[in-house]
């Protein structure tokens, strides 16, 4: 199934698209290419083949929630330059 120019020009005045000429003849080769490959591949025999959601397997890398000791207040805020009611204070953005 090969696209035709007025095809291509149909398509491109979908997608509010203005193409010059040489493009249209530009796009109307290479969707004709990738058509072409895509009905190479519609060749393939994919019988047995189980669908894949990814080509490598992957695994859960995630390690288990454990709670451990963390800082206090004080020690957190030990170094700030300036700390109010527990918080850092920070120059104001506007």
Request: hydrophobic share 45%; no cysteine.
């Given at each position: ?10 398509v491109a005045?979908?997608?509010?698209l203005s ?76």
């Open positions: 199934m090969a696209l035709t120019r007025e095809e291509v020009l149909h005045h979908l997608a509010r193409l010059k000429p040489e493009e249209v003849e530009i796009f109307t080769r290479q969707l004709n290419d990738i058509l072409a490959y895509m009905a190479k591949l519609q060749e393939v025999d994919t019988e047995g083949v189980p669908p894949l959601a990814h080509v490598i397997s992957l695994a859960n890398i995630f390690r288990e929630d454990v709670v451990e000791p963390s800082l206090s207040p004080e020690e957190s805020l030990a170094n700030a330059p300036e700390s109010e009611q527990m918080a850092f204070v920070v120059p104001r953005v506007i």
